[in-house]
C-alpha cells in the first residue's frame, strides 16, 4: 500500500469518527410513508393479500427455449429483454440508466364492480393497486425502468397497440400483461379474463 | 418484485437491507442536506443512495463496520452532489490547461510523512476527497463514478487528478 493509500485510509477513518448516526433527521410524512410502504413490500408483508394465485401469477415458469435471452426492439418504448429462467422469466428495460420516478399512477379503466384493497407508493420506485370482486382480483404496477419482473410464462403472446408492445403472459387461472411506455415499466396481472387485462394495461399512465 | 424487493435476493439480505437503512437513513439525510437546501431533495438523494446501495448490496459486508460508514456517506454525498448539479444544470469542466503540467504519479507522494499527508487530504474540497476515497479506498472505477455524480468518465479523471496535483503543490507548499 503506497503512503497516498495510507494517509487515505487514516483520513477516511477520522473522517468517519466524526459523522454522528444517533442525531435524529425529522423526515417528512411522506418520506415515512414511501419508506414504510417499500419496507413493508420488502418483508412481504403486502404479498399475503395476494398469496397463490398472485404468486402463481408472478413467479414459476416452465417455458425452456433454445436460447436464454432475446432483445425486443420497439420504436416508442424502450428495448426490453426477455430473460427464460428453468422456473421464470424476467422482463428487463435493457437501458434503464435514466430513470423517472414513479410518483403517480392512472388507472383510465377498472372493471364493474371491482373495488380497491390496497394502494401502495414505494418511494418514488414503483406504485402499486390491487382490486377485487369476490374471488376476481388484480393488480396494477407502475415503476421505474430499472425494475424486473419476475413471471410465469407458460404461455406468452405479443400484442400491440398504438405504438407498445404488450407481453400477455398466462399460467393457469392467473395472467398478466408486462409493458414498457419509455419512461416506466407497467405490470398488470389477475385471475380476471385476457380481454379485461388488456383494456387495463391499454389504460395505464 | 418491487424496487428494493427486486433488487436484493435473499431474505437475509433484506433483514440486513432493513438494519442498515434505520441504523444511517439519520447520518444519510443530514450528509444529503449539507450540499442540497430543500429537505426534500435531500429526502430524493437518500432515496437515490439506497437504490444504489441496495444494487450493490455485496460490496457490503458488516453493517455496523466503520468502512461502511464511510461508504454509506460518501456514497450519499456523492448522489447529493449529482442531484445539487442536475438541478441547477451546473457544469464542471476543468480544462486540461488547469492542471499542472507536474501530474502527481501516487508513488511521488512516498516522500512524504503519512501524519502530514492526511492533514492536506484535510483541506481538500469535500468533493475532491470523495473521489479519491471512492477510487483508493473503495476501489471504484472512473466510470462507475461518473455514474453516481452524474458527470463524464474523462472529468472524473481530470477531477482525481487535479486533487492529487492539488495535493502535491500543497506539500510542496508546506516544505
Given at each position: 500500500?503506497?503512503?497516498?493509500?495510507?494517509?487515505?485510509?487514516?483520513?477516511?477513518?477520522?473522517?468517519?469518527?466524526?459523522?454522528?448516526?444517533?442525531?435524529?433527521?425529522?423526515?417528512?410524512a411522506s418520506f415515512e410513508k414511501k419508506m414504510n410502504g417499500l419496507l413493508d413490500r420488502m418483508r412481504g408483508n403486502k404479498y399475503h393479500k395476494f398469496t397463490?394465485?398472485?404468486?402463481?401469477?408472478?413467479?414459476?415458469?416452465?417455458?425452456?427455449?433454445?436460447?436464454?435471452?432475446?432483445?425486443?426492439?420497439?420504436?416508442?418504448?424502450?428495448?426490453?429483454?426477455?430473460?427464460?429462467?428453468?422456473?421464470?422469466?424476467?422482463?428487463?428495460?435493457?437501458?434503464?440508466?435514466?430513470?423517472?420516478?414513479?410518483?403517480?399512477?392512472?388507472?383510465?379503466?377498472?372493471?364493474?364492480?371491482?373495488?380497491?384493497?390496497?394502494?401502495?407508493?414505494?418511494?418514488?420506485?414503483?406504485?402499486?393497486?390491487?382490486?377485487?370482486?369476490?374471488?376476481?382480483?388484480?393488480?396494477?404496477?407502475?415503476?421505474?425502468?430499472?425494475?424486473?419482473?419476475?413471471?410465469?410464462?407458460?404461455?406468452?403472446?405479443?400484442?400491440?397497440?398504438?405504438?407498445?408492445?404488450?407481453?400477455?403472459?398466462?399460467?393457469?387461472?392467473?395472467?398478466?400483461?408486462?409493458?414498457?411506455?419509455?419512461?416506466?415499466?407497467?405490470?398488470?396481472?389477475?385471475?380476471?379474463?385476457?380481454?379485461?387485462?388488456?383494456?387495463?394495461?391499454?389504460?395505464?399512465? | 418484485?418491487?424496487?428494493?424487493?427486486?433488487?436484493?435476493?435473499?431474505?437475509?439480505?433484506?433483514?440486513?437491507?432493513?438494519?442498515?437503512?434505520?441504523?444511517?437513513?439519520?447520518?444519510?439525510?443530514?450528509?444529503?442536506?449539507?450540499?442540497?437546501?430543500?429537505?426534500?431533495?435531500?429526502?430524493?438523494?437518500?432515496?437515490?443512495?439506497?437504490?444504489?446501495?441496495?444494487?450493490?448490496?455485496?460490496?457490503?459486508?458488516?453493517?455496523?463496520?466503520?468502512?461502511?460508514?464511510?461508504?454509506?456517506?460518501?456514497?450519499?454525498?456523492?448522489?447529493?452532489?449529482?442531484?445539487?448539479?442536475?438541478?441547477?444544470?451546473?457544469?464542471?469542466?476543468?480544462?486540461?490547461?488547469?492542471?499542472?503540467?507536474?501530474?502527481?504519479?501516487?508513488?511521488?507522494?512516498?516522500?512524504?510523512?503519512?501524519?502530514?499527508?492526511?492533514?492536506?487530504?484535510?483541506?481538500?474540497?469535500?468533493?475532491?476527497?470523495?473521489?479519491?476515497?471512492?477510487?483508493?479506498?473503495?476501489?471504484?472505477?472512473?466510470?462507475?463514478?461518473?455514474?453516481?455524480?452524474?458527470?463524464?468518465?474523462?472529468?472524473?479523471?481530470?477531477?482525481?487528478?487535479?486533487?492529487?496535483?492539488?495535493?502535491?503543490?500543497?506539500?510542496?507548499?508546506?516544505?
Amino acid at each position: 500500500m503506497s503512503v497516498l493509500e495510507e494517509a487515505l485510509f487514516l483520513s477516511c477513518e477520522l473522517k468517519t469518527d466524526e459523522l454522528d448516526c444517533d442525531k435524529e433527521f425529522s423526515f417528512s410524512a411522506s418520506f415515512e410513508k414511501k419508506m414504510n410502504g417499500l419496507l413493508d413490500r420488502m418483508r412481504g408483508n403486502k404479498y399475503h393479500k395476494f398469496t397463490k394465485s398472485a404468486v402463481r401469477a408472478m413467479i414459476i415458469a416452465a417455458i425452456v427455449l433454445s436460447f436464454s435471452a432475446t432483445v425486443f426492439a420497439f420504436p416508442s418504448a424502450r428495448q426490453y429483454v426477455i430473460a427464460q429462467f428453468s422456473d421464470h422469466n424476467t422482463y428487463k428495460v435493457s437501458d434503464a440508466d435514466d430513470k423517472s420516478f414513479a410518483e403517480d399512477i392512472y388507472i383510465g379503466y377498472i372493471p364493474e364492480g371491482f373495488t380497491e384493497n390496497s394502494f401502495s407508493e414505494g418511494g418514488g420506485l414503483s406504485i402499486t393497486a390491487e382490486y377485487s370482486k369476490n374471488d376476481r382480483w388484480f393488480f396494477v404496477q407502475k415503476s421505474i425502468l430499472d425494475t424486473k419482473i419476475n413471471y410465469d410464462a407458460e404461455n406468452e403472446e405479443i400484442i400491440k397497440h398504438n405504438g407498445i408492445e404488450y407481453r400477455y403472459h398466462s399460467s393457469g387461472e392467473a395472467k398478466g400483461i408486462i409493458f414498457n411506455d419509455g419512461s416506466y415499466i407497467f405490470n398488470v396481472s389477475g385471475n380476471i379474463s385476457k380481454d379485461e387485462l388488456k383494456k387495463i394495461a391499454f389504460e395505464l399512465k | 418484485m418491487i424496487a428494493f424487493f427486486d433488487l436484493i435476493d435473499d431474505s437475509e439480505n433484506k433483514k440486513q437491507f432493513e438494519y442498515l437503512y434505520y441504523k444511517y437513513r439519520n447520518l444519510m439525510a443530514y450528509i444529503a442536506q449539507e450540499s442540497l437546501s430543500n429537505q426534500e431533495d435531500a429526502e430524493d438523494a437518500v432515496q437515490d443512495a439506497l437504490i444504489y446501495i441496495a444494487k450493490n448490496f455485496d460490496k457490503i459486508d458488516d453493517i455496523d463496520s466503520k468502512q461502511t460508514k464511510s461508504y454509506i456517506s460518501v456514497i450519499t454525498k456523492g448522489f447529493a452532489i449529482s442531484k445539487y448539479r442536475k438541478e441547477r444544470k451546473y457544469i464542471y469542466d476543468i480544462s486540461t490547461e488547469t492542471l499542472n503540467d507536474c501530474t502527481a504519479e501516487d508513488s511521488s507522494f512516498d516522500i512524504y510523512d503519512k501524519t502530514e499527508l492526511v492533514m492536506v487530504i484535510d483541506t481538500l474540497d469535500e468533493e475532491y476527497r470523495n473521489l479519491l476515497y471512492l477510487t483508493y479506498i473503495f476501489g471504484y472505477k472512473s466510470k462507475e463514478i461518473a455514474k453516481m455524480y452524474g458527470m463524464s468518465d474523462s472529468n472524473v479523471r481530470k477531477k482525481i487528478q487535479f486533487a492529487k496535483t492539488d495535493l502535491k503543490n500543497k506539500l510542496k507548499g508546506g516544505k
